[in-house]
């Protein structure tokens, strides 16, 4: 039986995988957790939503005759990471997760590495400053105790509901960036200080290196540890994982 894929994506790299399974001619489902209104189209079926936890995934799995799962979430979406992994156990479907390192300081950063996004609350518990937040808009409530800065936030859909701080400029846009234009963001919105998950990759590192040159301080939130799975970090791996895993459906 030829491999049935399930990519879990919301990454870059999730979607530069669907393209290379679709070039291979391999058969797979692109899914995404639904917290982005226009999920950027790929060359492979895709779904959109949750499955119900652990017990829904592994159903799933069940019902579609999955052959492999490919975690490529967000390093940030570590409970679809847990369910993904229970799921796995539960079925006996294997699964590997397509990783990205972790960003790390270099000469010139200014970073206040906090463990969580009540950490980042907590360092902007200070007075008034233009802040870029690039959070996401799922956090974006909890940062309504420090109502005393100026917010820039960059998101990839339009806010629905109003936003928790007084004072805030919203950008609708979509990654990657790049460093010229994400300096010249800064400058032109008078940022000071600016608030990021650490996600790793490229695609939203432009910020990090702009803050640099800039001299700007960064409060950068650590990543949640993952569950303990198999890791690779690029796509070559992951075709070689896939070649040489025999599963109970005969692949």
Same mark, same amino acid.
């Given at each position: 039986?030829?491999?049935? !894929?399930?990519? !879990? ?6 979607? #530069?995988? &669907?393209?290379?399974? %679709? ?55 570590? @409970? ?8 796995? #156990? ?27 996004? +009540?950490? #980042?609350?907590?360092?902007? =518990? ?15 409530? /909890?940062?309504? *105790?420090? *109502? @005393? ?5 960059? !998101?990839? =859909? ?8 007084? /004072? %805030? ?34 695609? &939203?590192? +432009?910020?990090? &290196? %702009? +803050?640099?040159? !800039?001299?700007? *301080? ?18 070559? +791996?992951?075709?070689?994982?896939? #070649? ?8």
């Amino acid at each position: 039986m030829a491999p049935n !894929l399930l990519i !879990l994506a919301g990454t870059t790299e999730a979607t #530069a995988l &669907a393209g290379a399974v %679709a070039g291979r001619g391999m058969t797979g489902t692109v899914s995404f957790a639904g917290r982005v209104e226009r999920p950027l189209r790929q060359p492979l079926p895709q779904r959109v939503g949750g499955f119900g936890g652990t017990a829904g995934l592994a159903r799933y799995l069940r019902e579609t005759r999955v052959t492999h799962v490919i975690d490529a979430t967000h390093p940030f979406a570590v @409970q679809m990471s847990r369910n993904a992994v229970e799921a796995s #156990a539960a079925t006996g479907v294997p699964l590997i997760a397509l990783t990205r390192p972790e960003w790390q300081a270099q000469i010139g950063d200014r970073w206040h590495r906090v463990p969580d996004i +009540a950490g #980042a609350v907590a360092a902007l =518990d200070r007075p008034r400053a233009h802040v870029l937040l690039a959070v996401g808009r799922m956090h974006l409530t /909890e940062f309504a *105790p420090n *109502p @005393q800065h100026h917010y820039l936030l960059r !998101l990839v =859909d339009p806010p629905k509901d109003p936003l928790p701080f007084p /004072e %805030a400029d919203v950008i609708v846009d979509r990654g990657p960036f790049d460093e010229k234009s994400d300096r010249a963001l800064m400058e032109r919105h008078g940022i000071e200080l600016v608030v990021s998950k650490n996600s790793g990759g490229t695609g &939203a590192y +432009a910020k990090i &290196a %702009a +803050a640099r040159s !800039l001299g700007l *301080p960064v409060v950068m939130i650590d990543r949640p540890t993952p569950p303990r799975r198999a890791e690779v970090h690029d796509m070559e +791996a992951v075709f070689d994982w896939i #070649a040489h895993t025999v599963t109970d459906l005969g692949v």
